[in-house]
């Protein structure tokens, strides 16, 4: 059986990337709980 990867949709943290500044820290903050994949 494959190993399922879980990632984060980035659409629903939106409101959160609105700069430059506020998209590092929220990917910051998504790879502190412990993501590692993202859909864009």
Request: with cysteine.
């Amino acid at each position: 059986m494959e190993k399922l990867i879980v990632g984060l949709q980035l659409y629903t943290l939106r409101d959160f990337c609105k700069g430059v500044d506020l998209t590092s820290s929220t990917f910051k903050r998504i790879r502190e709980m412990g993501y590692r994949v993202v859909e864009i």
